[in-house]
């Protein structure tokens, strides 16, 4: 059973460029999970998807972040016209669908903006 | 906002020794994951704890949670080089909020 995937691994962007980062959750698992490390600080969480439905987005920056998790396909997250305070560790987990089920994590897209 | 404090930050001992990290927090949490995270990779889960005062051991490593849902604690015994990695503890939310809070973590370095 694969676990969560994440792709790219590493992305480098310039600054005003978009970037696109890509979960497939583990197989059977429904609920998607958005975390940011900062270098030099903890996870930090930023926004909790099922298909087709944002379910909190609390933790998401206000402006140029978005994320989806389309009916069919990867869960993507979005950031529009970056800059170099985005570069950071992303990740994504995964769960099924019961309640206080423990999330699983992908390893991880590293963004470097120059 | 919830918050948990995790201790040390930093641990580095010899092998064969035994040592304990802290989880605390004012908040209740519906369960309690621990994790471990080697560089550049994502977290790993160890063990999830759902209920007040449960205790897992999973070989060296014993996991407790607080009878009040609101700590936690990881003890290895006689731990070796091969225990070395960052230690993150996170809290899941009561409720519908199903996100996970965690602990800054904990960089253990196991000596030969």
């Known amino acids: 059973n694969a676990g969560v995937m994440q792709n790219p691994r590493h992305l480098v962007r310039r600054r005003g460029q978009e970037a696109r980062l890509r979960c497939s959750p583990m197989?059977?698992?429904?609920?998607v999970y958005w975390y940011r490390q900062l270098p030099e600080e903890g996870l930090k969480f930023m926004v909790y998807l099922q298909k087709e439905n944002i379910i909190d987005e609390s933790g998401m920056p206000k402006e140029r972040f978005s994320a989806e998790f389309p009916k069919e396909g990867p869960s993507i997250l979005r950031i529009q016209q970056v800059v170099r305070g985005d570069s950071a560790a992303y990740f994504c987990a995964s769960s099924p669908r019961t309640v206080r089920e423990t999330q699983y994590f992908g390893p991880g897209t590293r963004l470097l903006v120059l | 906002t919830q918050l948990l404090e995790q201790s040390p930050q930093f641990l580095s001992i010899q092998e064969g020794e035994n040592l304990t990290v802290y989880c605390n927090s004012s908040s209740v949490f519906s369960s309690l994951q621990w994790y471990r995270q080697e560089p550049g990779e994502g977290p790993v889960l160890l063990v999830t704890v759902v209920t007040g005062g449960e205790v897992k051991k999973l070989k060296r490593l014993t996991f407790q949670f607080g009878d009040a849902r609101k700590d936690s604690s990881l003890h290895i015994t006689a731990a070796q080089p091969g225990d070395t990695g960052l230690y993150l503890c996170a809290g899941q939310s009561s409720g519908s909020a199903r996100q996970l809070t965690f602990g800054s973590g904990t960089q253990l370095t196991v000596l030969p």
């Open positions: 197989k059977g698992h429904s609920h």
